[in-house]
């Protein structure tokens, strides 16, 4: 499957900012069954490359003189659904049994897990349809800052949320697990947005799942970067000194060729 996407970020600032600093990582790479046909980043003000520790490419924004907004788009093509085997990790596995702060479990969130014990591919599969039942997707009840077991009470969320659910059932559990951001395509355009799923390692591989949807991840999915979390692996991050109210939008196309 070839995919065309287009993403644009937009922020705007009601009064001059005189410095920002953003972290990119928008920018996909070979492996894990997609190919990239073309990628490119514009952005207004001094981007500088780089691979992070987990691999994933990340362009530094800097801008330096007043400004009142900022804009981001990433595009181009990436084939899917190919016989590309992943790149080979760059930190050891056990980096992906640690907890973080979205990710550790509570009293809870352990219990649940608990139920999945000695996981096989199999077992994977019927805790991430439990998560579903007990997690169901909803928005507007958490954000970028919820962890897993807050998410677990509040018995409701989004793709990140269910991530992180996942992941912290996996590393109690003595599963490697990690974070993956990226994009998602559906044929009716109902779901076309930026997405989330999980990396379990399981018999020798990365086994992956996107919980949200119910089903392992395949060529509908685009990926992005990994981490231990959201924040690892967020496709925008960053500070910036001045300015007063931020307004941002946030726009992702994705066709098929």
């Known amino acids: 499957m070839l995919l065309n996407i287009e993403h644009h970020t937009r922020y705007a600032y009601d009064t001059p900012v005189g410095y920002t600093i953003q972290q990119l990582r928008l920018t996909p790479q070979n492996g894990f069954g997609q190919r990239v046909k073309r990628w490119e980043l514009r952005v207004n003000g ?9 691999g994933n490419t990340v362009h530094t924004l800097v801008v330096d003189t007043p400004h009142q907004g900022i804009e981001i788009i990433a595009r181009g093509e990436v084939e899917t659904g190919l016989d590309i085997p992943p790149p080979p990790s760059r930190l050891p596995l056990e980096v992906y049994l640690r907890s973080t702060e ?19 591919a199999a077992t994977l599969h019927d805790m991430m349809q439990a998560i579903r039942d007990r997690v ?18 509040a018995k409701g969320g989004v793709c990140q949320d269910h991530a992180h659910v996942f992941i912290a059932c996996c590393r109690h559990l003595g599963v490697p697990a990690r974070y993956v951001s990226g994009y998602l395509f559906t044929a009716d355009d109902q779901r076309v947005e930026s997405h989330a799923w999980v990396d379990a390692w399981l018999d020798g591989v990365w086994y992956s799942l996107d919980v949200s949807s119910g089903q392992r ?7 992005l970067a ?3 979390d959201y ?12 300015g007063s109210r931020e307004q941002m939008a946030v726009h992702v196309q994705i066709s098929q060729q």
Do not use: K, M, W
Not at 103 to 113: G, H, K
Not at 136 to 153: D, K, L, M, N, W
Not at 231 to 242: E, Q, T, Y
């Open 46 to 54: 001094h981007a500088y490359s780089s691979l992070d520790a987990h």
């Open 136 to 153: 169901p997707y909803q928005r507007g009840i958490t954000g970028v800052h919820t962890s897993a077991a807050e998410a677990f009470r």
């Open 102 to 120: 979205l990710t550790a479990v509570d009293e809870t969130l352990a219990q649940f897990a608990r139920q999945f014990s000695n996981p096989d």
């Open 217 to 223: 991840a395949n060529g509908v999915h685009v990926r």
């Open 231 to 242: 924040r690892d692996a967020c496709p925008i991050a960053g500070v910036r000194l001045g």
């Open 226 to 228: 990994t981490g231990l």
